[in-house]
């Protein structure tokens, strides 16, 4: 067993000129975005990735059917050559994360990949009302472009930097002359978190040049608000309830 | 050294068609079965397998003989090829679970394997009266003779996937051609758990065609629940004490 | 990607005679020492190190531009051959650590260093006034020198002797003849010490037979000193106000 | 940088018979008795084994002289052809546990070595007042002999295996048909212990056939006694102190 193998599903039409990492991470904010990409511009599943330094893992299936965990690469057909990177998992060791990434870069230089755009999320540890979407670069030339798109470039954030495919792939990018945007939605870190999704999908149509319908992204987001709404007023309740016993 | 090293016991008679995975897990349940069915259908050991990804320790045999912890292969010798892979431990590391699986499936091909059957329990983390028998197969043709053998496909369960050699063997074995079943019996997840590994065997031979005595793991069932009632008797005199004195 | 790689930036001048390592470590004394002494002689970036072995991260750095982290060599211009090993980060694993040292080794003798100097700090656990610098050395010869110049060897510090790149470098270098001495600045462990570094820096000039300002590196002593003393008095405060509101 | 390196410091008189292992373990007791031996059989020393699996340190000698940690192996001169093999640590990782065993078994097969004997302590929670001598042998023909020499074989001691270089080289040593015999002296655990050590160094001396002087072992067993006898009493002591200011 290669530490890590692609199998491509078809042999046409698998080039693409922009990259969009999805992989799980903070909020999976970023994961929503591609995935509801995937789902509304209709792309198809052009190759599946396996690796080692995935966990040693299954999934279960409809029909019960177990299938092992895995990273894929969705295209968009048609003009706009759109590639999509999501999957289970990323990496479970530090130096997975670099080989893995490293494999990414690879592959999208063969696809002809002039571009990689990562999204995530932006953990600040409180419910944020109208999240912003921050920015990182890696050539100073692009920095313009994504401002005007409506994300975020602050002096501070994120502080520690970008863990994972998001900054690595910005990073090891720039080493081969690949241009390369991370998005990062603010998020409270503590829920999947479609409202911030949401906010990053903006940014990233206006950089694209391109429109997707986002009505199930923001009906997510409004569940999930209903959802929050509905565990304060029963943590308010039960808070009343104590006081009253103690009172 | 070599990373992961077979050594046969014997050039012939060495071929099955179906591979029964029964390795340390929860509740030992697939241990359990795996070494039961070696011991009443006098299947031969085939194979010692060593690597470094086991964990680096020597156990105590009669005489005080110390042996390396290993996996190994036994077989059925007769009309019914069946080989079976148990042993002390799985990896100690993630990767060396994908390495470990994969070799196993190098030595399935060769053997002429043609369908993988895991066993293991399946933690619901309370005492379970009648413990059901879960699966998953890596391959949608195979769900209907697995129903009708008794096991169960929920929706839902197990929610985490499949960790181990266990997943790994269907995930990995799918990618090959080679068919996979795996079977999980219920089980609290805190003990060995005998009963659990009797119905699971129940489902096995349904689906193998076979028959296996199932006395004596029906009697370890017994002296367990026996153990199990024992220590509830003592820990509610326990607490019965406790109440008189506090009273 | 390799597990290393080393980019040069220039390929004249790069050669030096002595390594002086500063990178991340207890109170960051050997990195401050380094990278004072990179600014005052206006040394210049000749190299850039990668490596699996540092963390899956970029680091943002002004504009939003994110760099890969990574270790760095510098180069004095003109008759000093000095060259300073300074970085984000020491390896994550402890093979790493020696695969990593190892590589600055082959490094360091392609361009003619014949000495390496490491810097780093001694954490003795409490605030300290007047930090020694204690010192080890990979031969015996250098002994004298190094005691002359204002280190301090004792026979019981380090006590658990000194572990990363630090260590290694001496160690590593003594099997190859590459003389090594390592500075420690006695210092808390809890904070960024530029006082200890301070101290530091004076037996390294003594060493080097070389002057350099040390004015930035006392200012930011005596901020530190007064971040310190004002955490001590509203620490004071804080606890009188608790005795008032008790008593 | 190799993996693992050796150095021989000579070229002549470097072969033995016999093996003895000491590396630190439980109570320090295998190393013990090694060092012990090596000094009052005037043993020297004629290599030295570095390796990328033990901690990236170095330790600090007199006139603080850095020196890697290592592995060493030392060799009796004369008509008695024994090898020691003794050093600073074991592995740090489960992996190179396997490949310094290994690596350890190829040097003694080149050196002729057809037995090993490996030394450690075994941990049993509590003061020991007359230590038991355990052992295990990886083949039953020296089950006699090993029994004879007064160490005690046991049905359910240790009842985890042997973990570690103790373990390995007899498993790994078996595949090799390099005779192997395991001593393990009872211990605390929680303390150096030079008695359990003198106890074993009897056996060991009773298998080897030979007489070894164990007076400085005798000696620190001694000052070892005085020491745990002055912090019981400190302790009763201070428990009726206490019992005094409760009263």
Redesign the interface.
Known sequence: ?D?ISI?FLRDENINGTTLIEGLPGIGQVGKLVAEHMIHEMDAEKIAEI?S??F??????E????????NNEIYRCDGERELLFLVGDYQ?????G???L??FYLDIAEELGVRRVITLGGYGVGHLVDKPRVL??????RL?AG?AQAGAV?T?DE?G?????AS??L???G??RGIE?I?LMGETSGYLVDPKSAHSLLEVLCAILQTEVDTTRLLERAEEMEHLVEKLRTTEQAKSDEELNYIG
């Open positions: 067993m530490d199998d396996h080692i330094y966990p040693p893992q299954v999934l279960i409809k029909d019960g059917v177990a299938r092992l965990v990496s479970t060791s530090s130096e994360h670099y080989l990434s490293s920015a990182a670069v890696n050539h100073s920095h994504v470039f002096q994120p520690g930097g970008i863990i994972g900054g690595l910005l990073g090891m720039a080493l390369g991370c």
